[in-house]
């Protein structure tokens, strides 16, 4: 049974790929929008070899090296004429050292020993404008272990105010979108362990989705600035990308346990496995940079094939329409940061969230999913045992309320009201004559005008036999007046028996309380009356009189 309309998972997705193009590209272009600056390009720099360009380091390169821009005064005329704000922004490095002029101006990361990760983030430095001079030159002497270089606006002059406005718009971008991400995996394991407790037919997958949003947030801490790590540079990345391996492997344990096939999670294990088996056997950075770059491949492989299997399952699982979306995207995003860690490295993410988002969201879908199945079992036990419980109240026959259900609640009903004993006149004769069939539906006719002629808050039962007992909230003039009505509506309304007319009429004794007492001494009075309608000769409404 599906739960959840093709059309609805695909708004939610939809929204969740416009968020996600946005949080990909957007950040890129508003990080110096709006502020004049100068940009010191990346072909600039020299170490009398190689420019500042975005590359992989060879392995005869030295680790520590200086580059050397040279920036004429001239073309730094469009800053107002006061200290100067230079951001460096994602420049590939593990630390570096900023010269002017032969002037230190601070350093990043960790220039000595290289041990820190600073590539996501942004760093700011003052130059004194009594430093500026006809001629300038911009030296960095940058530590780099496998990724080294600077994209077309990593480095920006301009004033110190505007260099501040740079750097906090880049730390928006990066770290404390990566603290959201961090927060939402949190709020994500909060809510599985609760639906852990309640036991939810998805247990297994739910979990398995959580612990994958848990690594993606342990990659993600690639994204956040560290000046100073722990341990060591490559140790780190070495844990950071064997988290998203990890990641993929419990996304294909959820994807089998809801969809009760093997393969996701074969081959997720496969891929993990593959990858940690190369993973711990290499000790050089720049070796298992080359590694991982190739084996980051496996991902959207991985998830194309999730893809094909999910595929012939949409139709029939709402779990599969819930994978088939958050996959679709995934794939995007996998493709576009396998190519741009390849080719394009300046329009990588600044932050992981767009992945934590769409794996949150598959979460919030298939917690959905398991709401509307409960209240769905819940709504079927709710209406099956008001069926068993109308069936307990209800006789079959007619419709009205039963003997016993009836004189219960006339019980608890307080005066003054009257009861009514009404009874289908020769009731016997109409059986001989025209078979049970037909008296049947004399008694489900007549329950049908009573039915129509008095209010809800009126009882109606049937009393036994083609006797039926009503009590009706009203004064004795009142009551009269209501029981004459039925008694014509009753006469006036023939049944058919194969084309013949049979006319049917009722009599029925009143019995008017208005005290507190049994139910019983109701029923006998009110048979009183009935008993002398009937020898009044039928057709008639009598009231008790003691």
């Not at 709710?382 to 016993?404: C, M, P, Q, V, W």
């Amino acid at each position: 049974m599906n739960y959840i309309r093709i059309r609805e998972i695909v708004v939610v997705y939809s929204l969740i790929f416009i968020l996600v193009l946005i949080l990909s590209i957007l950040p890129g272009f508003l990080v110096s929008r709006d502020i004049e600056y100068v940009r010191v390009l990346p072909e600039e720099f020299s170490n009398g070899t190689n420019d500042l360009k975005h590359t992989l380091r060879e392995k005869d390169q030295p680790i520590i090296d200086n580059y050397r821009a040279v920036i004429e005064k001239e073309r730094l005329s469009t800053i107002t004429d006061e200290d100067l704000g230079l951001t460096i922004t994602r420049l590939e490095g593990q630390g570096y050292r900023v010269w002017w002029n032969g002037e230190e101006l601070g350093y990043a990361g960790d220039p000595d020993e290289g041990n820190a990760n600073i590539w996501n983030s942004s760093h700011r430095f003052t130059i004194d404008k009594e430093l500026v001079e006809e001629i300038n030159t911009l030296d960095l002497t940058i530590h780099t272990k496998y990724d080294m270089g600077a994209f077309d606006e990593s480095i920006l002059i301009t004033n110190v105010k505007n260099s501040v406005k740079i750097n906090s718009r880049h730390e928006l971008f990066s770290t404390y979108m990566t603290l959201i991400s961090l927060g939402m995996t949190i709020l994500a394991m909060i809510i599985t362990g609760v639906l852990v407790v309640l036991k939810t037919r998805h247990k297994f997958s739910l979990m398995s989705m959580t612990l994958a949003l848990v690594f993606v947030s342990v990659s993600s801490m690639d994204y956040l600035k560290t000046e100073q790590l722990f341990l060591s540079y490559l140790l780190f990345k070495k844990i950071i990308i064997s988290s998203m391996f990890v990641a993929i492997g419990f996304a294909g344990f959820a994807i089998s346990s809801s969809l009760k096939k093997r393969l996701p999670a074969i081959m997720g294990v496969i891929t993990l496995v593959v990858f940690l088996t190369w993973t711990f056997t290499i000790n050089d950075m720049l070796v298992f940079k080359r590694f991982y770059n190739i084996a980051m491949i496996l991902i959207p492989l991985n998830f194309v094939g999730w893809l094909i299997i999910i595929l012939p399952k949409l139709k029939s699982s709402d779990e599969a329409r819930i994978y088939f979306g958050g996959m679709l995207i995934l794939t995007s995003v996998g493709v576009w940061e396998t190519v741009s860690l390849s080719f394009m490295p300046s329009a990588l993410a600044t932050s992981q969230l767009p992945i934590v988002m769409v794996g949150a969201t598959m979460l919030l879908l298939f917690i959905s999913l398991e709401t509307i199945a409960r209240n769905r079992q819940l709504n079927d036990e709710i209406t099956h045992r008001d069926r068993l419980f109308h069936k307990t109240i209800t006789d079959e026959l007619s419709g009205l309320y039963n003997k016993a259900y009836c004189s219960n609640l006339i019980s608890r009903m307080r005066p003054p009201f009257a009861v009514a004993m009404l009874d289908i006149d020769k009731f016997k004769y109409i059986n001989d004559t025209h078979g049970h069939v037909l008296g049947d539906r004399a008694i489900r006719h007549v329950a049908e005008i009573v039915k129509d002629i008095l209010r809800e808050d009126d009882i109606i039962g049937r009393y036994g036999g083609d006797e039926f007992m009503l009590a009706i909230r009203c004064t004795p003039e009142r009551a009269l007046q209501i029981c004459n009505r039925l008694r014509e509506a009753v006469m006036s309304n023939p049944l058919y028996d194969s084309g013949k007319k049979v006319i049917l009429t009722v009599s029925i004794g009143v019995y008017h309380v208005i005290k507190k007492q049994s139910v019983e001494l109701m029923v006998k009075n009110a048979d009183k009356a009935l008993y002398e309608a009937k020898e009044d000769g039928r057709n008639r409404v009598a009231v008790f009189s003691s």
